[in-house]
């Protein structure tokens, strides 16, 4: 299974618009992530403005980047690269957050 992070604004009728594009990553390396940046992921989730979400996506990339060691035992748990793909998907989704921090991050499992 697969978690789908996007960016979204409320309009009228309480009808939501996505923003941008979605960000992608698999829902078992959820643990990865709380692990990195505090973030827990939940299914069908409200994280909050963009804006306020910043902070745990560049404490995620600062622990991979200069910890990566540290998280050495979720590879061997998930798969090579699996640092590398978390790393990409903090970066992808703090670029959309900085270009949009207004609107709403929603997560949501895909299968």
């Known amino acids: 299974m697969k978690y789908h992070v996007l960016l979204r604004v409320k309009i009228q009728n309480d009808s939501w ?4 594009e979605e960000h992608t990553i698999l829902w078992d390396t959820r643990d990865l992530i709380t692990a990195s940046s505090g973030w827990t992921v939940l299914n069908q989730e409200d994280a909050g403005t963009a804006g306020a979400f910043i902070p745990l996506l560049e404490k995620g990339i600062i622990e991979l980047t200069q910890h990566a060691l540290c998280y050495h035992n979720y590879e061997i748990s998930h798969g090579l690269g699996t640092i590398n793909d ?6 992808n989704l703090l670029k959309a957050c900085k270009e949009h921090p207004f609107t709403e991050v929603y997560g949501c499992i895909v299968a």
């Not at 978390?86 to 970066?91: C, P």
């Open 86 to 91: 978390i790393l990409k998907f903090y970066q």
């Open 17 to 20: 618009v996505a923003i941008g």
